[in-house]
């Protein structure tokens, strides 16, 4: 892979923060990073800035094989590509615009020493190693009021308070579970309550009224943008529930975007979209066979977000259906008629009704 540099930055909008990390420049130079969040691939900060948008540092200090820097390539291709069809037709432009996607600003590396210089004495003492680092945009977390809610629905009672005044709970992003539902199991009232990438089962959307079949359809139009516009295979990217970029100073009071979902006032979530990120463990897929047979893997990989086919379970094969229907829908629209690999979307789609590669018993 080649080298990858501070000089490689996809320009941000005017007055993001992330041109403000320097101490020289950020209205609170002594502010420490704040952790937000934990993967596979390390450690997840907040920068918190003056105005309305904030950063977020993903550093390379988790565990090996995993690169920021992939992470930075997959990113911005998948993001060139969602440009690319907001400038193409009308119908190409309006299904880009329905996916949120973080802002890829900046990859840094360990060996910049100048820029570690700058930053290091704001992480905590544990953390004061330079390390490969990514600078994108923060999704915002839910507000209080949706925070309670899930802990008064779904905490033991006995640890609703603590989990309610817990800081870490305030970074609340929601994971949508379409290809699961809870397990009929008991839950413990000692154990911690998270809010960190809460899993919301399909059940769990069903006893909150949330739109459950419109959250298929924008995993399954996302889905044909990774593999037919940029070509990736969409391998363990993660989904998740979040208000959309905040256009005014209080992110509570932000109104809908181009990219949120249309909720009403009694929604229970509020104004909110799905954001995908996460993306260092896809990879370039090519246009062939071989290629649907990666997607096909792909898919069941990240088997708790999509709908899953072949269920005994009636709303939950509803669900699959919209999810199918949209995707060929949108893999239409992004290939067109005349296009040679127009039949590859239903091969893909075959594959996956046919089962998951991974199961017992199944032929890989």
Request: net charge negative; glycine share 6%.
């Amino acid at each position: 892979m080649s080298k990858i540099n501070n000089t490689t930055l996809s320009r941000p909008p005017p007055g993001n923060p992330t041109l403000r990390l320097t101490n020289d420049a950020h209205p609170h130079p002594l502010r420490p990073f704040r952790h937000i969040g934990h993967g596979f691939c390390g450690s997840v900060w907040a920068v918190e800035g003056s105005g309305i948008n904030t950063c977020a540092i993903k550093r390379e200090d988790g565990g090996e094989g995993r690169s920021v820097q992939k992470d930075f390539t997959m990113h911005q291709k998948i993001n060139s590509s969602l440009q690319a069809l907001k400038r193409n037709s009308p119908e190409r432009a309006a299904l880009a615009s329905s996916i949120s996607i973080p802002a890829c600003y900046q990859y840094v590396e360990r060996s910049d020493d100048i820029w570690w210089s700058e930053r290091l004495e704001r992480f905590p003492s544990q953390f004061q190693v330079a390390c490969n680092a990514l600078i994108t945009d923060r999704i915002p977390p839910f507000r209080q009021s949706v925070r309670d809610l899930l802990v008064n629905y779904y905490c033991p009672s006995a640890i609703q308070e603590s989990a309610k005044n817990y800081p870490a709970n305030s970074d609340c992003l929601i994971r949508p579970y379409l290809g699961r539902r809870r397990r009929n199991e008991r839950k413990s009232m000692f154990k911690a309550f998270s809010l960190r990438n809460y899993p919301l089962h399909i059940d769990q959307m069903e006893e909150l009224g949330l739109d459950s079949t419109h959250y298929a359809r924008v995993m399954a139009e996302t889905l044909a943008i990774m593999h037919w516009a940029a070509q990736v295979d969409g391998n363990d990217v993660e989904f998740v529930l979040a208000p959309p970029r905040p256009t005014t100073t209080d992110p509570s009071e932000a109104p809908p975007t181009s990219t949120s979902i249309s909720t009403s006032t009694s929604d229970p979530l509020g104004e909110h979209t799905i954001w995908i990120l996460d993306f260092d463990c896809c990879r370039d897929m090519p246009m062939d066979e071989s290629g649907i047979d990666q997607a096909w893997r792909a898919f069941y990989k990240n088997d708790p977000f999509y709908p899953q086919p072949n269920r005994d379970n009636p709303e939950d094969q509803r669900l699959w259906e919209a999810f199918k229907e949209r995707f060929m829908e949108a893999s239409a629209i992004i290939l067109g008629p005349e296009n040679e690999i127009a039949h590859f979307p239903g091969l893909l789609v075959g594959k996956i009704e046919d089962g998951n590669p991974f199961a017992a018993g199944m032929s890989n």
